[in-house]
């Protein structure tokens, strides 16, 4: 398995807290992305990161902001949880500077509630 | 919005049996991908088959792609209970390395 750690597995909040989540990895990946994955709708793409404080909007990211400081973390922030966030989130990596075509590894992900 | 959309959306069949499903897509793409998802865990990274490519095999995995008709299929062959799971496309249409995946298949084999 590739080395991507997702922290915390498992989170209970209340409307209207923030909410980090952090993705750690140790591949050395240039690219790292943030999905959300909720019954009927597969995987969305929220924000990506191409490098270092190099980050992109996805499809689904209102209401969602990303950081990235250094290669190995990329952070997701709800800054103020509404009970529509409430999915499964995972974090993917990827390395296209190894050559094209290359797939994405994905970490075991976070269950997050918003009551 | 999304890109590729699977079919059928579950199935079930006997160990040793085969399973095909599809995916069809919308726009041109770089390549496409199949992963899978056991419960409760992240997508594991299947096959990649690349926009000039016909056919691709990995062990008991054999996907084809046809870009004229936008479509793709899955052929796991002499399945195992071991292959329950669900099952995704994605398309990378060569814009940062982005994926855009469609709504999953779920695949149930029965010992």
């Known amino acids: 398995d590739a080395g991507i750690t997702q922290s915390p597995r498992h989170k209970v909040t209340e409307t209207g807290t923030p909410v980090t989540l952090r993705c750690h990895q140790t591949?050395?990946?240039?690219?790292m992305y943030w999905y959300r994955q909720d019954p009927g709708h597969g995987l969305r793409l929220i924000h990506y990161?191409?490098?270092?404080?190099?980050?992109d909007k996805g499809e689904v990211s209102d209401g969602y902001s990303v950081s990235r400081s250094k290669t190995e973390d990329f952070l997701l922030t709800l800054e103020s949880a509404t009970s529509s966030q409430t999915s499964v989130y995972f974090c993917?990596?990827?390395?296209?500077?190894?050559?094209?075509?290359?797939?994405?590894?994905f970490g075991d992900g976070t269950r997050l509630s918003i009551l | 919005s999304q890109q590729g959309e699977e079919d059928p959306q579950a199935l079930s069949i006997q160990e040793g049996e085969n399973a095909t499903m599809n995916c069809s897509y919308k726009?041109?793409?770089?390549?496409l991908q199949w992963y899978r998802q056991n419960s409760g865990r992240g997508l594991v990274h299947l096959i990649l088959?690349?926009?000039?490519?016909r056919e691709k095999h990995s062990g008991r995995l054999r996907v084809t792609l046809d870009t004229s008709k936008k479509s793709s299929s899955l052929l796991i062959t002499a399945s195992r209970a071991a292959d329950t799971a669900s099952y995704f496309c994605?398309?990378?249409?060569?814009?940062?390395?982005?994926?855009?995946f469609g709504k999953g298949i779920t695949l149930s084999v029965r010992p």
């Open positions: 993917a990596i990827s390395d296209p500077d190894r050559g094209r075509d290359q797939p994405q590894h």
């Open positions: 591949e050395n990946h240039r690219y």
């Open positions: 990161s191409y490098g270092v404080k190099d980050t």
């Open positions: 726009t041109s793409i770089n390549n």
């Open positions: 088959i690349r926009s000039n490519e």
């Open positions: 994605a398309t990378d249409t060569g814009a940062n390395s982005k994926l855009t």
